[in-house]
């Protein structure tokens, strides 16, 4: 059943330019309701039967584009993917925060395509004479990063990105960063860039941007602790500093060989508080 019983839907939206907040205002707009309808609907009879002047970023309407982000009801959302009776009483649109205001609904996100040209491109590994393999869970971990729309919700909802000056380029780019680490042909370490430029430090992995994606990409667990863990093996981990020390020769620090050392150096730290009083009490045992 419907949770809305009127015949009317009710939408209170944000109008204004620029990034002056005292310029806002709030206009409360009655649209004829009808079955199956999106607020992206609504704000298309705004647009035309109502108020022309009212400006909205739109492209598929199909929820494929991502062009139409906004906050409904102070949450990130595709106005395209949220239905009208999903939610109950007034419908308040307002413009992503994250972004610079450019009008009403309209937010300039060029900020995101700076970020975009600073990413390490794919680097694929040196040709040799061996066939190429590599397994399908290898794939599937990579392709999922793929389906990002690039909507920005995650940006959005980011209190790094929304509230904080720091230099972090937030979790779209975190999974962008994810998706070519992950490909079994890219040679490229991305674990400086991610520490230093990207600033990946700052993200303290409360999941906002893993529960509103739209796409459903487990952004935080599947591509930032991931992401995280790749810079601790590169900077903190003593054993692979060593390693590296010694070779000198990124292509040989494979995953396996990685595994490896750190349960030899795991097991050697262990074994004294351990191995060593584990094996006195069985004998005590025995005795």
């Not at 309808?37 to 400006?55: C, K, R």
């Not at 060029?110 to 390490?120: G, L, R, S």
């Not at 972090?168 to 992950?182: F, I, N, Q």
Request: charged share 25%; aromatic share 8%; with cysteine.
């Amino acid at each position: 059943m419907s949770a809305r019983a009127s015949t009317t839907v009710r939408l209170k939206v944000r109008r204004g330019s620029g990034s002056d907040p005292s310029a806002a205002r709030y206009d409360t707009f009655e649209v004829p309701h009808e079955d199956g309808m999106v607020v992206l609907n609504a704000i298309h009879y705004i647009q035309a039967n109502i108020d022309p002047s009212l400006n909205a970023r739109w492209n598929c309407k199909a929820g494929r584009c991502g062009s139409c982000s906004a906050e409904i009801n102070g949450r990130p959302k595709l106005m395209c993917k949220t239905p009208v009776d999903s939610i109950e009483g007034e419908i308040v649109v307002e413009p992503m925060k994250a972004f610079p205001l450019v009008s009403d609904l309209v937010t300039d996100v060029t900020e995101n395509w700076k970020v975009a040209a600073m990413m390490p491109p794919f680097t694929p590994r040196k040709p040799n004479s061996k066939e190429w393999r590599f397994w399908q869970q290898d794939v599937d971990r990579s392709r999922e990063f793929r389906r990002c729309i690039e909507c920005f919700l995650c940006q959005d909802v980011c209190h790094v990105v929304r509230e904080h000056e720091a230099e972090y380029v937030g979790p779209r780019w975190v999974v962008k960063a994810a998706s070519l680490d992950m490909h079994p042909m890219d040679s490229l370490n991305r674990a400086d860039f991610m520490k230093n430029a990207a600033g990946l430090g700052y993200c303290n992995i409360t999941k906002c941007c893993q529960e509103i994606c739209p796409e459903h990409i487990v952004i935080t667990d599947d591509a930032i602790i991931p992401e995280k863990e790749r810079v601790v093996d590169r900077h903190y981990d003593p054993i692979l500093w060593l390693y590296r020390l010694v070779t000198k020769d990124e292509e040989k620090l494979e995953a396996g060989v990685m595994k490896g050392l750190k349960m030899v150096f795991w097991g050697a730290l262990l074994a004294p508080v351990v191995i060593v009083p584990m094996y006195y009490l069985i004998q005590a045992l025995i005795r």
